[in-house]
Each structure stands twice: as structure tokens, then as C-alpha cells.
């Protein structure tokens, strides 16, 4: 841990995510940060074991004179988006996280931070090792693959948990109490294409779109910003007109990332290139003009290249392009029961044009499971006309809110009185893992609440220093009040 880090307050909390910010964390790879949740309990002396998916369960018993309260279960997942900027040389599976301090901002070296949620997991942390702070029983569960399918909250089984109360520590706006969330589907549309020897004369152009902000497909969704790959299909589909082939295109990466980046590679007649890089030069203006205010570093070039050998077919570009144009990206529906709540969206967050085949993936969320199919199958009905294969997978349901909580009575109550304000009260349009805990846990009553994250899923994700020390307040004081 830097000079910097390391004098930041509450200490427990900072120390102990730097360390778990030096273990490679992605979805799906979590070998590393499981072994190192295991020796960090085990090494404290408590109970400590892995359910048969990779889940971790640490279990303390409750300091002097509360050991009559009800057994609160803290709970975060130790899986990390793992996203970097295209000049950043970083190896996600072996380096990690270079933390830098900004003001009253942490942020990371031109990739994500890991703060969504691995600041959750190190205050829970600082509690278990902690010999100074009431508390009732505690039990933390740590999950794995929350961003990527939330297959650890779907594998962990009923019977497990012994808490009574469940505080998820993964909400991103430290005067929030989350009471409910979105669910979300992956929807997936793939074809095959006929690969064409490119035409002899055939001149070569690379397209680049870069510079966008990215950040959470679920919380960042309705702020209007840039996707890159329906930035580049309006691109593509200005210059269809002048005997345009795509050799290759690569765009975005995670589902539940809003996309940053695409590339194309494409051949022209030699014949249409003016009038081509008139029409995409003009189309890429009226982009930028228009999305000036929420993405002022979007950088859109055109660039002469060595041609592509091999190029899609017109009749498969064609649909393809319409196909992405016709299906709809950002918010689909705004919620009626919940001021400023996005009810249904959907994030184009992947095409790849490759060696014949054509891959789409969009996350759709809705915390209405009938919205969510109604868009999902809009979306399916736009790729098939376009000649697509649609799988549906990875459905996730939403948490409903419960407004007579009684932990969120006292949560409330207690925000009121550490910081004379009302907490927000709220739904997320994001996936909580609360949803499908409960449904295993359907007694257990459940909030959620967290430090201020912005940029999440991004390389601009940051956290706000004094909004941990709020949180750290906040929770501390909670687990004192609870019943």
C-alpha cells in the first residue's frame, strides 16, 4: 500500500483493500481471491468455510452483551469488472490494481478500481478483525461471479446462511438505502456470413471510436451516454451506400459494461471514396455535435489502412447493419411506482464481425419481469428479421421492495439522527444479489447501502475517501442498533 493509502481514515478499511486489491479478481477466475478470503479468516481463529460453488461464509460471535441480538449477515462479491483504456498495458490475471489518491477521490491507473465491491468485502473485513467494535453475531458471505451471472448468490442453498438480517454492502451513493433492483436477461443473436475475396482496387480504411465515458449498464444507463457500437453502425450505415465491405469489427467487451470502444476494418471501391468519406466524415460531425455535453472526449477517425482480404457479403452487412440499428440501446421504460427510476433498459455491450461469424450481446435489465421479457423479445424479433439465431440466458429476478422492512425502520431512523438528513429511500436499476437470495432466505430481512461510486465498470471509477469514512460511520453505528 502506497504513503498515500495508507494514511487515509478508517485505516482497517483502506488496508485491507489494497491487499485484496493486489489479488487478480475477474469473474470467473476467482481461484486466488477465494484462497485469500479462507486465510484471512482462518488466520483470525473463526469459522470459515466454502459452500460447493466458491462461496466463502466467515462466522464471529457477537462481542460482550450483545450476544442476544439477531445474527446479521454482511454480505459483498469478490469478482471485479475488469475493464483498462486502450493505451493502458495492464494484465488483469497477474498485476494488481495500481490505486492512486485524487483529491478526495481513490481512483486506478487507467483501469478499474474494484471499489463495486471490493469495498464492500474490505469493511467487512475491518469488522471480523476488529477487537474495539460492538456487534452482534456476524456472518459475512462472500460471493463470486456477481458481475457476470450472479452465479454464487444462484449456487448458494437454503440452510447455509444462519442470519436473521442481511446488509449488502454494493450500493454506489452513500445517502441511499436500497429496498429493491432491477433483474436482467442476456440476450445473444449470432449468424453466420459468406466470407468474399475482396475486389483487386479495393482501397482499405480503419474506423475508430473511442474516448467515450463507459460505465454501469444498469446505473449509468439513462444518462444519456455515448455506445460505441450504435455509434459505429450509424457510422457504417452512412457509408453503406458506396460499396462499403467490413473486413472485421470488434466492439465493447462485458455486458453489463456500457461499451467505450469498436473498430472496423473495411474495404471501398477506389471509385466511392470521396463520396464515402464525405458521407461517414459528416455522419461522425453530427455524432459528436450532438453528444458534445455528456461525451466532450469522444474521438471518432477515419483512417486509410491495408485492405482487408476477406469481407462480409452485402447481403449479410446490409442486415447486420440494420439489424443493430433497429434494436434499441438505453432506456426503454421509466418506472410509474418509483420517481427517476429507469423501470427497463437494454445495453448493446458486444459486436464482433470475425472469420464468417456475427456475435451481438446485450444485457437487458427491467425490475418488472414482464417488462423484461417484453423488451427481450423485441429485441429477439429485431435481430431475427435480420436473419439472427437469438438465445435467451443468465435471467436474473428482481428484488421487490418491501417499504415495512424493519431493519430499514431503523436504518432510517439512525441516518436521520448521525447526519440530520432523510436517506433516500430507494431501487436501483442494477442487479443486487439480494433478489436471488431471498429467494432461499425469504425470511430475511434485507437492505442495502454503500459508499459514493462513480464510473463503476469503467477505468473512471472512483470513490469518494470521506463517503468511505460516512459508510463506515453509518454501518458501525447500525450493527449497535439492530434487534
Not at 74 to 87: E, G, I, T
Not at 257 to 275: F, G, H, M, Y
Amino acid at each position: 500500500m502506497n504513503k498515500e493509502l495508507s494514511q487515509l481514515q478508517p485505516t482497517s478499511v483502506w488496508n485491507n483493500f489494497s491487499k485484496l486489491n493486489a489479488v487478480p479478481r475477474p469473474s470467473k477466475k476467482e481461484e486466488r481471491v477465494i484462497a485469500f478470503a479462507m486465510d484471512f479468516g482462518t488466520a483470525l481463529g473463526l469459522e470459515t468455510f466454502k459452500d460447493e460453488i466458491g462461496n466463502v461464509i466467515i462466522r464471529k460471535p457477537a462481542s460482550k452483551g450483545m450476544e442476544h441480538k439477531k445474527m446479521v449477515t454482511l454480505q459483498s462479491h469478490l469478482d471485479m469488472v475488469h475493464q483498462k483504456n486502450a493505451d493502458t498495458v495492464f494484465d488483469f490475471d497477474t498485476q494488481g490494481i495500481q490505486m492512486v489518491v485524487d483529491g478526495d477521490w481513490v481512483t486506478a491507473k487507467g483501469t478499474t478500481l474494484g471499489a463495486d465491491n471490493g469495498l464492500g468485502v474490505a469493511t467487512i473485513m475491518a469488522l471480523l478483525e476488529s477487537t474495539d467494535i460492538a456487534h452482534p453475531p456476524l456472518e459475512a458471505l462472500f460471493t463470486i461471479d456477481e458481475e457476470t451471472g450472479m452465479t454464487g448468490a444462484f449456487g448458494l442453498k437454503g440452510g447455509v446462511l444462519k442470519g436473521k438480517l442481511l446488509l449488502n454492502l454494493d450500493t454506489e451513493e452513500d445517502d441511499e438505502l436500497d429496498i429493491g433492483c432491477a433483474g436482467g436477461i442476456d440476450v445473444t443473436a449470432t449468424r453466420d456470413y459468406n466470407e468474399k475475396d475482396s475486389v483487386h482496387g479495393d482501397v482499405g480504411y480503419r474506423i475508430e471510436v473511442n474516448g467515450l465515458k463507459g460505465g454501469h449498464s444498469g446505473m449509468d444507463i439513462h444518462k444519456g451516454l455515448g455506445n460505441a457500437n450504435k455509434i459505429m453502425n450509424r457510422l457504417l450505415y452512412a457509408g453503406m451506400d458506396f460499396h462499403m465491405r467490413i473486413g472485421i469489427l470488434e466492439g465493447g467487451s462485458l455486458r453489463n459494461a456500457i461499451p467505450r470502444e469498436s473498430v472496423c476494418a473495411l474495404n471501398i471501391d477506389k471509385r466511392q471514396e470521396k463520396l464515402f468519406l464525405e458521407a461517414v466524415t459528416a455522419c461522425a460531425g453530427e455524432i459528436k455535435q450532438e453528444l458534445a455535453l455528456t461525451e466532450p472526449h469522444l474521438e471518432i477517425a477515419i483512417i486509410p489502412a491495408k485492405a482487408s482480404k476477406k469481407v462480409m457479403g452485402l447481403g449479410a452487412q446490409g442486415k447486420l447493419i440494420k439489424g443493430i440499428y433497429a434494436a434499441l440501446n438505453g432506456v426503454y421504460l421509466m418506472s410509474a411506482a418509483i420517481p427517476d427510476l429507469v423501470e427497463t433498459s437494454n445495453n448493446i455491450a458486444r459486436v464482433q464481425v470475425k472469420e464468417g461469424k456475427i456475435t451481438i450481446g446485450c444485457l437487458t435489465r427491467s425490475s418488472v419481469e414482464t417488462g423484461k421479457m417484453d423488451l427481450a423479445h423485441a429485441l429477439k424479433s429485431a435481430f431475427e428479421l435480420a436473419g439472427f439465431d437469438v438465445a435467451f440466458s443468465g435471467s436474473y429476478p428482481g428484488w421487490n421492495p418491501n417499504p415495512n422492512s424493519g431493519i430499514l425502520k431503523v436504518a432510517k431512523g439512525l441516518y436521520k439522527d448521525l447526519f440530520e438528513e432523510e436517506a433516500r429511500v430507494m431501487a436501483c436499476h442494477a442487479g443486487l444479489e439480494c433478489a436471488i437470495l431471498g429467494q432461499n432466505y425469504a425470511e430475511m430481512d434485507m437492505i442495502s447501502f454503500g459508499p459514493t461510486i462513480l464510473g463503476a465498470h469503467s477505468p473512471d471509477e472512483r470513490v469518494s475517501i470521506s463517503s468511505v469514512q460516512k459508510f463506515w460511520t453509518f454501518l458501525t453505528e447500525l450493527l449497535k442498533h439492530t434487534p
